[in-house]
């Protein structure tokens, strides 16, 4: 998304600027041209040497300066960007922005520019608090820029609260939103992902190797496209998501019980998650103690939360998954049909690069229609992005009527 994507990065003068850095090379890790701007003030907190070396251009400070002017002028750059990001932003600058001042290289190139503007604020908590800076975000929010919401925690000035600038992994998530189509806005999506973990007593439960790695691309390219995404997910390692309301449960009763209640408010639902078929009929409130040689564990069925979403259907697209070790196509179209879902995606698990714990898929997406789609080895977040390129056409389809 970032790939071949040209970025201008505005760095102001705050005691953040340094965090900038990480910023320019997140940004070019993800294969974008960055082409940094500083204002004379972030000079003072880190030298225009490290930016240009780090993202290989040339780091314009001056409006007047004669030689970057003609090799790369503020208009030039204001027209090539993809998107422009001012991290971290001053009170000052987002002041004359606000104000249509441009009296230096950033203002005057932001001020030319028709590509999106993120900005990432960073100052003290006072400051952010003020009214007038206040005022002056939400007339930029009017105007169409989009502000990062920054961190709240201890400030470089001593003071806590808001204010803080934000991770940099945030604002590359923020910026890969900006790039990505809307195609999804409007959409509430609501997606399942991770395992569950079915308690046997206080130190031992049933489960099963899902990461939850392919529910948190879903849920995070559902998100930069657009949608409103809330995420049920059993225990994993990963991180919440930015931007993402996600409910963490363990068991798939749990599971069902968080599904169940946010499922009215959603449009598309995707299952990803590995539910465990059964769980322990009694757990054990103490532990169980070793014993005789060999000893046998009673199991009742879970809900299958999947059916259940499928008989209250409606007219949203529900996606499903399906992990087999073998007979994948039969088995995959025999559960779209059961559990009355618009597309089933197939892995077959037992395949190297496919399903649990690892970071790519191979998978068969197959619709209702009979029509059975190959998506061959990749990254699990181009299979996200390709499954959710699905949906759109069936929403778009449903709109149409034809479905
Ligand atoms: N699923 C669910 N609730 C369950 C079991 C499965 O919601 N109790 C969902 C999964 O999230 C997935 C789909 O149903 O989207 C298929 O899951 P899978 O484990 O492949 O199939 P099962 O229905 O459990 O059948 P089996 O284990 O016999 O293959």
Redesign the pocket.
Known sequence: MLNGKQIVLGVTGGIAAYKAVELLRLLTRGEATVHVIMTRSATEFVTPLTFQTLSMNPVNTELFNLISEREIGHISLADRADLFIIAPATANVIGKLAGGIADDMLTTTVMATRAPVLIAPAMNVNMYQNPLYRENEEKLRRHGFRLVEPARGMLACGWEGEGKFQEPAVIVEEARRALAPQDLAGERFLV?AGPTREEIDPVRFVSNHSSGKMGYAIARAAWRRGAEVALVSGPTCLENPWGIETVRVES?VEMRDAVMARLPACTVVV???????YRPATRSAGKIKKGAETMVLELEK??????EVGRAKGDRVVV?????TGELLE?ARM?LKE?NVDLMVANDVSQAGAGFNVDTNIAKILHRDGTVEELSLMEKELMAEAILDRVVALRLKMTRGEE
């Open positions: 399942t798939a299952k990803a998650a590995a539910v465990a078929d879970n809900p299958d939360i999947l059916a499903g998954f399906a992990a087999e088995n559960k559990k």
